[in-house]
């Protein structure tokens, strides 16, 4: 896959691309199934495929902190884009001249003048253009006048009767029905961050943490966690804290993992962690002593959920890994 970033390195196939664009938030079974239909259009007119999406995503740049927590980063949406096999990903900066552009100046300066666009597919609630004021039905009506290419909507996703969209995945991890937030992924959820130097805490009290820089301004997720990670082709069983860290007094949101039988040295590595069950709120504890007794208590029931005393046993975890070929 090709990674092509900023509007000024694009540079139009001649032959043409099929093409889908949007958030992508989380890349969920409804964003996949969306990427299958590009690829499907993209194998029957011998063209490439491609994706475009923005940054900062648009709701993010006109509301700013106000915006709902992110599923996934820049970096995680190239992997997730990456292992589903499209041939480009492109990431250009959401802006003023974005915001304000009409919705037929986009069709015109955009899809066909940038992208060469042949085949076009979106989803079922897109919207475009200033105000928002394009849509599935803007672009239908264009193509049926032009012929220059053509577009097609893909269909709701549908599970338990009810459409699979971002907003209820982060409304499922913010409850902590983490499996049902697995179930509208198609994967368990995953943060994936550069382990970066903490205040050596955990190693003080006998639990050294991998510390991760979340690059997040709003958490889908907050508290202790049972989690796994792939380190060295090995999958390790763990805890996690996500959050602020009251107890130390911190300000900054960060993932604080501490892997079971792990010693090594992951400074500078990315790591993906991933969520399997919640086990607490994020507290403030008066004392150190009784932050190591409740972690204490933390690694004995993730421990048991691993190894099948309850609910989740590891058999179904090491199965969910293999899936994400990890």
């Not at 001649?14 to 969306?34: A, E, R, S, W």
């Not at 995680?76 to 589903?84: G, H, I, P, Q, R």
């Not at 042949?118 to 039905?137: A, C, M, T, W």
Request: proline share 4%; with cysteine; net charge positive.
């Amino acid at each position: 896959m090709k990674f092509v970033r900023g509007i000024l390195n694009i540079t139009p196939n001649p032959d043409g691309c099929v093409l889908t664009l949007g958030n992508f938030d989380g890349i969920h079974l409804g964003h996949q199934q969306i990427v299958s239909l590009v690829k499907q259009q993209s194998d029957r007119l011998g063209i490439p495929s491609a994706v475009l999406f923005f940054e900062p995503q648009p709701r993010e740049y006109f509301t700013h902190t106000r915006s709902p927590a992110r599923l996934t980063t820049l970096h995680e949406k190239y992997s997730f884009m990456n292992k589903l096999g499209i041939d480009y990903l492109y990431c250009l900066r959401f802006s003023d001249r974005f915001a304000d552009i009409s919705a037929d100046d986009f069709i015109t300066e955009i899809l066909l003048a940038k992208f060469n666009v042949r085949h076009l597919v979106v989803g079922d609630d897109f919207r475009f253009g200033k105000g928002r004021e394009g849509s599935f039905e803007t672009i239908e009506n264009y193509c049926k006048k032009t012929g220059t290419f053509s577009v097609e909507q893909a269909p709701s996703y549908i599970i338990d009767n009810q459409r699979v969209s971002s907003t209820l995945i982060r409304e499922a991890l913010a409850e902590a029905r983490i499996k049902d937030a697995e179930k509208m992924l198609g994967r368990p959820y995953s943060i994936t961050g550069k382990v970066v130097h903490g205040q050596q805490l955990g190693r003080k009290i006998g639990f050294p943490t991998a510390n991760i820089d979340l690059n997040r301004t709003v958490l889908p997720v907050s508290g202790v966690y049972a989690i796994s990670a792939k380190v060295d082709d090995r999958i390790l069983y763990g805890i996690a804290n996500i959050g602020v860290r009251p107890t130390v007094n911190g300000t900054q949101p960060r993932l604080e993992a501490y892997l079971f039988d792990y010693s090594g040295d992951l400074y500078g590595r990315r790591l993906t962690v991933q969520i399997w069950k919640k086990i607490r709120n994020e507290q403030k504890f008066p004392n150190i002593e009784e932050l190591r007794e409740q972690i204490e208590k933390d690694k004995l029931f993730a421990q048991n959920l691993f190894s099948g005393s309850v609910t989740d046993p590891v058999s179904s975890t090491t199965h969910h890994l293999k899936e994400m070929g990890l």
